[in-house]
């Protein structure tokens, strides 16, 4: 009974520790971001809705620190490539650090 408690915990334990966000956290975070964005500057590129994020890479920096290569889809046509930078900041999850444009489509 003990070793399969140890056990459980453990494998609770290690599935809730990842280092990076997963593809889905980080499609969800950067729409709502830049939907955000878009709003609060109308006249950026960024001032259509997200339609689409295609996650490109999810690279790991330092612990709790990722870097996310991505290519942002508005709902009038234009794809914009970002790379992103999040901070996970316990217990409210990944954090948008910092973004800037790449130099270039993808």
């Known amino acids: 009974m003990k070793k399969v408690l140890a056990l459980s915990i453990l494998v609770v ?34 001032n259509s ?3 689409q994020v295609e996650i490109e890479s999810i690279n790991e920096l330092q612990k709790n620190l990722a870097a996310i290569g991505a290519n942002v889809q508005l709902e009038n046509g234009n794809t914009i490539p970002v790379e992103v930078t999040v901070l996970r900041k316990a217990p409210f999850g990944w954090r948008i650090n910092g973004w800037e444009q790449s130099p270039g489509p993808r």
């Open 13 to 46: 334990f290690l599935a809730a520790c990842t280092r990076v966000p997963t593809a889905k956290r980080a499609d969800h975070l950067l729409a709502h971001f830049f939907n955000k964005y878009g709003k609060k500057y109308p006249t950026s590129e960024f």
């Open 49 to 51: 809705k997200v339609s």
